[in-house]
């Protein structure tokens, strides 16, 4: 027999690998192996077994590593459809669906010696009274870790050995798992009540579980993911139950012994998320361990996560976008909640979105895909409209409270103060509603999609603007640290108390536009008294600051919670009965056809935080451009007349959903390099797909953001309705395209910004 493998280097195809005697037992679809290549030893992934090949004298594999088919064949299978849609390696796509800690050739688990008293046989040997005391906390204990003995006992491990020596006790090494929700406790919670829309969307979703049959075939051809039906999109106002629905389908999944995967788009969401999935899980006849994927968990934590996913105690999975992945098997049910979230896009090879991903899993693995939101992507909705997905609606709030009151604030006016026209930070109105909510010991929440102090640093007489040398963008002033930032490639420098201008040197240097960290010294000054506290990148650094932060807020320890957008969605407070959005217009204007339906979603998100208890929420919008249909549909809550008046400037223009998008990016040192380069580009383009119909080329243009850590950049955009198709061409072009070596080329299919 011999193995295909698939290597961790990417050369984007297979090695043939004889299988000695010593391992054909282990050797299977999925097993990671280490094989020879050249002068080197590496890793691979065995990608399919064979009976022949086309080469001669096969070198063998060295040897089998880690337990056996840690890559299932369905996400194996799952992987190459990746890397054919989205252009890249297939080693690339394999990588992405192992994290890398289980990955490692070493055995990744972590040991504790645990001591254990052992049956007595006769009188105890002679003992000194150190030795005896010691024995005694055993004999109470039974077995406890070394570790913890020694610290009880006050004495050393010496001393404990000594009574290993005497046949009382055995020290042996035990793995110990490492469990990130280890010191919380669950209260177990019981299903709630479901008015006659929950229920109904349950009922719908519980009877395709049933119909669920066998899996298709694992060499499925390459498809894209607008082509797969049996999904549902969940389209329900914030604060309609959602959760509750995913809750008891998940439950009717794990009575059919299948299990689920739950993605959440921000790490924020997960803590709040894993609670009530935890609780309502921790006991009963489904009672099953949930585990838990994402970035901030430590590597041995989603080492041991992902183990218990693969050997099935785990049955239910939490996540960011990379769990989509989890060897959950066999696999009954998916849940994207806030399915139009940007982050589930991978903004590094391969650039997957995992919202299409759970489509196309659920589709090769007969499972059932259900996609949530309170403003869904206009692809998502368009496809349910048309048939692809099952819509299914929840128009109203489970708790009979109204959508909260939203009112417009005309920063052109309302916003300026009497001191030179400035704009203030906030409108009287919305400061006059934040006082009153103090007054009436209610909660607040205000949002900007902008950290740090200042946006800008200027200099009024000579029009100095501190920019980043390496990016094409201006730096961001930080308070707190006296320095100037850059968002994108992080550098910084110590914030000037004068122009930098050699000509200039003006002491009266400005800052301007502003950040969640002006916003929040603003508010201790007018504040003084309430509890204020600010939740984003900056402030949030270690893993556990989430979940602190946010409980603090919901027992109500905190009056005023400042934040980016990882406070605008999921998150159930019933005491917040007042919502600011500090400024609207921060995505609105952006280069992006996507840029309307952004500030839509993101301000209706924004304002579904306020009025989920008894009282009666309101929103406060405070914006230039009051008028913009963006602004005004969400004021009103009206996805779908948003939705009617963009898919017309969608269909005219021949954007998504009624074309795919392919974004080419060269990027290099010499911008003219660049430029050139990417014209030539075009031209092979224009020549490779001469006879195709419905193609649409745009460029080679400058990139909106034309200059990123040191790097010029320039795009060509495709459109086309057959995406599946562009993609095999564009990969099997991209090998005969040669690039100046310091010009290097991305490909993004389905991207979710063209910035």
Not at 123 to 135: A, D, G, H, S
């Amino acid at each position: 027999m011999i193995a295909r493998v698939t290597l961790e280097i990417a050369l984007r195809r297979d090695f043939d690998y004889s299988i000695p005697e010593e391992w054909a037992d282990r050797v299977e679809v999925g097993s990671r192996v280490k094989v020879p290549f050249g002068a080197r030893q590496v890793l691979g992934v065995v990608t399919a077994l064979v009976s022949d090949s086309t080469h001669t004298n096969l070198k063998p594999i060295s040897r089998v590593v880690g337990e056996p088919g840690l890559v299932t064949p369905e996400v194996l299978g799952l992987a190459r459809w990746m890397a054919e849609y989205y252009c890249c390696p297939i080693e690339l796509a394999l990588k992405s669906v192992l994290p890398e800690s289980v990955r490692r050739e070493k055995d990744g688990w972590r040991e504790r010696l645990l001591v254990r008293i052992l049956p007595a046989v006769g009188e105890l040997p002679p003992l000194t009274k150190r030795q005896e005391m010691i024995w005694r906390i055993i004999e109470e204990w039974r077995e406890i870790p070394l570790q913890e003995l020694v610290r009880v006992g006050e004495t050393t491990a010496e001393t404990i050995r000594k009574l290993e020596d005497k046949g009382l006790v055995s020290i042996t090494a035990e793995r110990m798992e490492r469990d990130p929700y280890a010191n919380e406790v669950v209260v177990a919670s019981e299903p709630l009540t479901l008015n006659p829309r929950q229920a109904e969307a349950l009922k719908a979703i519980t009877d395709a579980l049933d119909l669920r049959t066998v899996p298709v075939d694992s060499g499925a051809p390459v498809m894209a993911p607008s082509t797969f039906s049996g999904a549902f999109l969940l389209h329900g106002v914030t604060g309609s139950g959602k959760t509750e629905v995913y809750l008891q389908a998940l439950a009717h999944a794990l009575e059919r012994g299948m299990g689920g995967i739950v993605l959440v788009p921000e790490i924020s969401l997960t803590p709040q998320t894993v609670e009530r999935f935890k609780a309502r899980f921790s006991s009963g006849k489904l009672r099953t361990l949930v585990a838990v994927l994402h970035s901030h968990l430590s590597a041995g934590e989603r080492h041991d996560e992902w183990h218990k996913i693969r050997t099935g105690r785990a049955r239910i999975v939490i996540g960011a976008r990379s769990a989509i992945f989890a060897p959950v098997s066999p696999l009954g049910l998916i849940i994207v909640d806030e399915e139009h979230e940007g982050s589930y896009k991978q903004e590094e090879t391969p650039r997957y979105h995992a919202r299409d991903v759970a489509v196309v899993r659920a589709q090769r693995e007969r499972a059932i895909v259900v996609l949530g939101s309170a403003t869904p992507s206009l692809e998502s909705y368009h496809n349910a409209r048309r048939g692809k997905y099952r819509l299914i609606e929840l128009p109203d709030r489970v708790t009979d409270t109204h959508l909260p009151l939203v009112r417009i604030l005309d920063l052109r006016e309302a916003g300026k103060t009497g001191k030179g026209g400035t704009p203030a930070v906030f409108a009287p109105r919305l400061r006059e509603a934040i006082t009153q909510r103090l007054e009436r010991k209610e909660q607040t929440i205000l949002f900007l999609n902008r950290r740090g102090f200042s946006s800008s640093l200027l200099c009024e007489k000579c029009g100095y603007v501190a920019g980043c040398p390496n990016c094409s963008v201006s730096l961001t002033y930080h308070r707190a640290a006296q320095r100037l930032l850059c968002h994108i490639c992080a550098y910084e420098e110590p914030a000037p108390t004068r122009c930098p201008q050699p000509s200039c040197g003006n002491p009266a240097v400005r800052y301007g536009g502003l950040g969640t960290e002006r916003v929040e010294a603003t508010l201790k000054r007018l504040y003084p008294q309430a509890s204020i506290q600010r939740m984003d990148s900056d402030t949030l650094k270690n893993k556990d600051d989430y979940r602190r932060v946010l409980t603090d807020f919901r027992t109500g320890k905190i009056d005023i919670l400042v934040g980016t957008q990882m406070i605008a969605k999921g998150l159930h407070f019933p005491n917040v009965t007042l919502v600011g959005i500090v400024h609207a217009d921060l995505s609105l204007h952006l280069p992006d056809f996507r840029a309307g339906e952004r500030t839509f979603q993101l301000l209706t998100q924004v304002s579904g935080r306020a009025g989920r208890g008894d009282v009666e929420g309101e929103v406060f919008v405070q914006t230039f451009t009051p008028f913009h249909p963006a602004i005004q549909y969400a004021r009103r809550h009206d996805f779908l007349g948003f939705y009617e008046q963009e898919i017309e400037f969608r269909e005219q223009l021949l954007y998504p959903p009624f074309a795919r998008i392919a974004l080419l990016t060269l990027k290099g040192r010499n911008e003219d390099k660049v430029r050139f380069t990417t014209e030539h580009l075009r031209k092979e383009l224009d020549r490779w797909f001469a006879s195709w119909r419905e193609l649409i080329i745009a460029g080679p243009a400058p990139a909106p953001l034309a200059r990123a850590e040191g790097y010029f950049r320039y795009q060509i955009m495709i459109r086309t309705k057959a995406m599946s198709r562009l993609s095999l061409e564009l990969a099997k072009h991209q090998e005969e395209l040669s690039l100046p070596e310091d010009i290097s080329m991305i490909i993004d299919i389905d991207p979710a910004s063209l910035s």
